[in-house]
Nanobody, 115 residues
């Protein structure tokens, strides 16, 4: 298991944009998917977006068309570009990387969207 590092969270007004980054301290072998989850205050953690090592993406219905997940070719960084942010997007966002050796998680970065 590798400790991932998220960054890019902060306070933004409704309709604004943020770009989250997740970095690995070292190369992880055999990566299958790179994912973003979020946990709103008082609610369950939920999958936001995922991308496979080959570049196939998947999005939750509530962010499709507004968020975009991407990665670098070396599989050392995964990004989440968030546009047209809504107050409902307020949550702690977590990065997860899946490999045959297990799941690696970050400690989260807080995104707060004001009305």
């Amino acid at each position: 298991q590798v400790q991932l590092l998220e960054s890019g969270g902060g306070l933004v007004q409704s309709g604004g944009s943020l770009r989250l980054s997740c970095t690995t301290p070292r190369t992880i072998a055999g990566i299958r998917t790179m994912n973003w989850y979020r946990q709103p205050p008082g609610k369950e953690r939920e999958l936001v977006a995922a991308i496979t090592s080959s570049g196939i993406t998947n999005y939750a219905d509530f962010v499709r068309g507004r968020f975009r997940i991407s990665k670098d070719k070396a599989l050392r960084v995964v990004y989440l570009q968030m546009d047209s942010l809504k107050p409902e997007d307020t949550a702690t966002y977590y990065c997860k990387i899946n490999s045959p050796w297990g799941d690696s998680w970050g400690q989260g970065t807080l995104v707060s969207v004001s009305s």
